[in-house]
């Protein structure tokens, strides 16, 4: 008998793979990119290893603002946002659909310096805007406003890997369970990275983007159903 699909992006493995993904982009961008700064949209819930985790500790000194629609005001989400003495960690509440409710904000601000390099963070986030135009659009809007240098690192929910037997079915969970998430094709995805420079494998399944676990330790595409890429601002 044939698999079904993964549900979706919150799924246990896909949840994995993809905050592995999230963590070797940020390092990345820190470290070989040395970009000092990051704007994180959509990152939800609060845990170990976030993007100022990663990136405070190899460089101290990066600045990073969260964006999102849950307020981080428990004592718990508190702990998690402390920033290293030498950097700087906010958060504010917005949404991919509000670039410029973002960028206008007092705090993303008195954090970020538009004049140097951002690494823009939605992972993952555009399957969660009902329109392909708009986030589209959205996402263009932000990356229009980063000076070249700019990073882009992104994942997004995907039906490509599998059957139409498998779709089906997945469709059908989704409209039931998961009813904000939008799958993407690679070539809508491909169209968030319209101008910049692909980095390493380009878009691949989130698994597979500079991976650290040997090929036969890595799950199959259709079980991730997550496509990712990392891209450079030329």
């Known amino acids: 008998m044939e698999e ?3 549900t979706g992006p919150g799924t246990r493995l896909p949840a994995r793979e993809n905050r592995a993904f999230l963590q070797r982009a940020v390092r990345f961008m820190a470290v070989e990119a040395r970009i000092g700064q990051f704007l994180d949209i959509g990152a939800g819930r609060f845990t ?7 990136a405070q500790r190899r460089v ?7 964006a999102g629609t849950e307020p981080a005001a428990d004592a718990h989400a508190r702990a998690l946002l402390t920033s290293s003495p030498e ?10 659909r509000q670039p410029r409710e973002i960028l206008g904000h007092p705090r993303f601000t008195e954090i970020i310096d538009l004049d140097r390099p951002v690494g823009l963070i939605l992972i993952p986030v555009p399957h969660v ?17 980063l000076p070249s240098g700019s990073y882009l690192a992104a994942s ?3 039906l490509d890997y599998n059957s139409p037997q ?31 420079g692909l980095i390493g494998p380009g878009i691949v399944p989130v698994s597979e983007w500079l991976p650290e676990v040997p090929a036969h330790q890595r799950p199959s595409p259709e079980q991730i159903a997550l496509l990712g890429a990392v891209g450079r601002k030329l």
């Open 4 to 6: 079904t699909a993964p």
């Open 60 to 66: 101290p000194q990066c600045r990073v603002v969260y």
């Open 166 to 196: 498998q779709v089906a079915i997945a469709r059908q969970t989704i409209a039931r369970d998961q009813p904000e998430a939008h799958p993407r094709s690679r070539a809508e995805f491909a169209e968030f990275f319209t101008g910049l």
């Open 48 to 54: 170990a290893g976030n993007t100022h985790d990663v």
């Open 87 to 96: 950097g700087a960690t906010g958060y504010i509440e917005g949404d991919l």
């Open 156 to 158: 997004s929910f995907t």
């Open 129 to 145: 805007v009902p329109g392909h135009a708009q986030a589209r659009d959205n996402v263009r809007e932000l990356l229009a406003a």
